[in-house]
Every structure is written in structure tokens, then in C-alpha cells.
């Protein structure tokens, strides 16, 4: 029996559309599998440096920042990217894990805190244009401008 010599490096679209192809039916017999696949994200574990700086772009858009206590949650799935053939890797991942999530959850308290400070800066702005002296200084100045208009 002799092999054949086509090569899928000749033909590109039948190789794409063969990966295509076993990429749809997985996903309608085996959605469970793809499920667990595509979600997994552990990956991350071995790309700390995107993870934070993914982390940081999430706090800087007000409307991502909702999404960043699901960061300390991905570190806590960083021990299921272990496998059972390199058990030496189990403790520099776990303690992996552990530095990550630390770094994500100083830095929501960090954001935490830096939007609590502001939002005192805030109130202590109004209360200070509610104080007696700032409202006897606006009446005056009322006062002042209807004289004028008056003496006109």
C-alpha cells in the first residue's frame, strides 16, 4: 500500500474548510465539550502580563469596570491548566494564582478607593456652595445686580 502525496499545504480552502467543517459538528454533537473549550479561561495563567493589562484597560472604562471581580475569578480556575503528567508545576501555578488574584483585588480596592475619594470631593464641593456664607455672598451679589438694573 502506498501513501498518497497530497499534502493539505497544497490546498488551503479544502484544509480550512475540512477545520471548519469538524469545528460545527462539534459543536452540534459535543456542545458540553466546546462549552468547557472555549470558556476555559486558565490560559491566562501562562500570559500574566495581558491579563493585567486587559485588568486595567476593564477599570478604565466605566462601563467594563462592573466586569473586573470576574478577573479574581479566573485566577481561582488557574490550577485546572495543570496536568497530571507535570506535577511540578502544581505549586509555581497555584502560587501563580494566588499573586494574580492579589494583584486584581488591590487593584479594585485601589479603584474602590479612588472613586469613594472622589465622591467625598464631590460633597464637600456642595456643601460648601450650600454654606451660610456662600448664600449670603450670591444673595448679595442678586441684591447688587437688581439695584443696578433698577437705577437704569
Avoid: G
Amino acid at each position: 500500500m502506498s501513501r498518497s502525496s497530497f499534502t493539505f499545504n497544497h490546498d488551503r480552502r479544502l484544509a480550512v474548510t475540512m477545520n471548519t467543517t469538524v469545528f460545527h459538528l462539534k459543536m452540534i454533537d459535543l456542545i458540553d465539550e466546546m462549552l468547557r473549550e472555549t470558556s476555559d479561561l486558565s490560559i491566562y495563567c501562562f500570559y500574566a502580563q495581558q491579563f493585567e493589562t486587559q485588568l486595567h484597560q476593564c477599570l478604565q472604562l466605566p462601563s467594563q469596570s462592573r466586569y473586573t471581580v470576574s478577573f479574581a475569578h479566573i485566577c481561582s480556575n488557574f490550577p485546572s491548566a495543570l496536568h497530571d503528567l507535570c506535577p511540578e508545576e502544581k505549586a509555581h501555578i497555584i502560587d501563580r494564582s494566588l499573586k494574580l488574584c492579589n494583584l486584581v483585588l488591590d487593584e479594585l480596592a485601589k479603584e474602590t478607593a479612588s472613586v469613594a475619594a472622589r465622591l467625598c470631593e464631590y460633597e464637600v464641593q456642595l456643601t460648601e456652595q450650600l454654606s451660610p456664607s456662600n448664600c449670603a455672598r450670591l444673595i448679595e451679589e442678586h441684591d447688587k445686580q437688581k439695584c443696578k438694573i433698577l437705577d437704569l
